[in-house]
């Protein structure tokens, strides 16, 4: 009763609370997800980490105005929209924050699109329960996809690598991880720009939805100028921050990589994400990046794959939806107690409280731009902590 | 009401394959084709990072092996771009 009351009051306090949230998920899905178009770049050295990110931050703006079809799907296809109020969007995205942050901490690549969608479906069940929730969208468009993408992913890699080497195998070794270098800047800048026309579709799905909801703009409008704009800002920003912990992993921890497996890699990821997203699959392009570099490992002759690391990194996906659910369940819980406005004002100071403790968290075992290419030992954060990475 | 929509899947596999190795192998074709040619042999060898060997064919070869790939990228993102703006709904 309280959720359908709340769909036909105007609250624009509470809508510009959401939209500041949204635009807060963006950046940490932008700075989450730099690794899974440069990771590779920066580990060969075809890019230098400076650039690699401000480039893939110029592209990810570009590539949010590049497609607008994912937007759409994100906001209509998986929770019955009429049982929505702005309080379960606050409430969705804050579990998707959390989730990203604190993957974020660990290093793993999780999905941020699976934050997002376990976030808000997880609020929704606690706000107008299981029916509320599109079951048959979120298995087929989510759930299905995201088993599936990292399959192919690896597969295409694979084939590429093998391809790669087979055709190069004349060249010297010094011409071969020159060229490629060269070819590398060209596909990361692909995923780059993949990555914008995927993911930064996302928040601009949900602020639209905000808006409908709360009755800004009629029902079945296209995202407004100001909110492509914003979303794209926000997802560049962040990336050119860069997530330099899960750049590491990606990029260090699953396979020793050369710059044709680099190459191979990111031309993987890029065609698998563009005509996933033509076929209307909002996947993760995390899993889709995972899975491409796991395959440029067992396409190499002699190429190694850590398994543990991806095994650790599967298990985070299984627990992203489930676990963004009950965080944004438990957010709505909050929200709903308090209620009204003051409701999602506490949300949103409890949310920046736990993102600064992530962050002093983060302090403690620091990644950049100096340590991210250090020898893998296992960890995170590498072992010598002061030792500058330009020994090698 | 299908769960799998296996022709997509079957469609993303075949096009990713052609795009995503094939496109990738004929940039290492083109690498190789540049190789080719007097200079390369001077550095035969040697750990030389020199790509373009000097021979005309090789290098003739080459540049179209990268402008076809420089088309295939440029009519992906136009394709993108399709898709991503479909008409809007007409107003009811």
Redesign the interface.
């Known amino acids: 009763m309280s959720a359908r009351d709340a769909l036909r009051v105007r609250n624009d306090v509470v809508l510009v609370l959401v939209v500041v949230v949204a635009l807060s998920f963006d950046f940490t899905n932008g700075f989450h997800d730099t690794g899974n178009a440069m990771a590779t770049s920066i580990a060969t050295k075809a890019l230098s980490p400076r650039v690699a990110v401000a480039l893939s931050g110029v592209l990810n703006l570009v590539g949010a105005f590049?497609?607008?079809?994912v937007a759409a799907t994100i906001a209509s296809g998986l929770v019955d929209t009429n049982l929505v109020t702005l309080q379960v969007v606050a409430a969705g995205l804050a579990g998707g924050i959390i989730w990203n942050l604190l993957t974020w901490l660990l290093g793993i690549p999780s999905s941020s699109s699976h934050a997002l969608i376990g976030g808000v479906v997880g609020a929704t069940i606690a706000a107008a329960g299981g029916h509320a929730i599109q079951w048959?969208g979120l298995?087929?468009k989510v759930i299905?996809p995201a088993g599936?993408s990292p399959i192919?992913?690896a597969?295409?890699?694979a084939?590429?690598t093998w391809?790669?080497y087979r055709?190069?195998r004349?060249?010297?070794?010094?011409?071969?991880?020159?060229?490629?270098r060269i070819?590398q800047i060209?596909?990361a800048c692909?995923v780059s720009?993949a990555h914008g026309?995927n993911d930064a579709q996302k928040t601009m799905g949900v602020i639209t939805l905000a808006l409908i909801v709360n009755k800004t703009i009629p029902a079945?409008s296209?995202a407004p100028f100001w909110v492509i704009l914003s979303c794209g800002l926000a997802i560049s920003l962040g990336t050119y921050l860069g997530g330099w912990r899960v750049i590491r992993t990606l990029g260090k921890g699953l396979v020793e990589i050369e710059s044709?497996q680099g190459?191979?890699a990111e031309?993987?990821?890029?065609?698998?994400i563009?005509?996933?997203?033509?076929?209307g699959?909002s996947l993760s392009t995390t899993h889709v990046a995972t899975g491409s570099i796991i395959g440029s490992g067992l396409g190499k002759k002699g190429g190694e794959v850590r398994w543990n690391v991806a095994g650790r990194m599967a298990t985070a996906w299984v627990f992203t939806l489930p676990a963004a659910g009950v965080v944004g369940a438990g957010a709505y819980a909050l929200a709903h107690a308090v209620s009204g406005t003051p409701g999602v004002l506490v949300l949103l100071v409890i949310l920046a409280a736990i993102a600064g403790v992530i962050y002093w968290r983060s302090r403690a075992s620091k990644v950049d731009h100096n340590n991210v290419n250090a020898e893998w030992t296992g960890s995170v954060a590498p072992a010598d902590q002061p030792e500058p990475a330009k020994a090698a | 009401?299908?769960?799998?929509?296996l022709q997509?899947?079957w469609?993303?596999?075949v096009?990713?394959?052609v795009?995503?190795?094939g496109?990738?192998?004929l940039?290492?074709?083109g690498?190789?084709s540049?190789?080719k040619g007097p200079r390369r042999a001077a550095?035969?060898g040697?750990?030389?990072?020199?790509?373009v060997g000097g021979n005309p064919l090789g290098m003739v070869i080459a540049g179209l092996c990268f402008l076809v790939?420089l088309a295939a990228?440029a009519w992906?993102?136009y394709?993108?771009?399709k898709?991503?703006?479909?008409a809007?709904?007409p107003a009811k």
């Open positions: 590049l497609s607008l079809a048959h298995v087929s299905i599936l192919i992913a597969l295409v890699a084939t590429g391809l790669l055709i190069s004349s060249l010297s070794e010094g011409a071969r991880s020159h060229g490629f070819g060209g596909s692909m720009l026309t079945g296209n044709p190459m191979a031309s993987a990821s890029a065609a698998v563009l005509l996933s997203s033509g076929f699959y | 009401m299908s769960w799998i929509n997509a899947i469609k993303i596999v096009f990713g394959l795009l995503g190795a496109l990738p192998s940039f290492a074709v690498l190789f540049l190789s550095t035969e040697g750990d030389s990072d020199v790509l790939i990228i992906g993102i394709e993108v771009y898709i991503g703006h479909p809007p709904a």
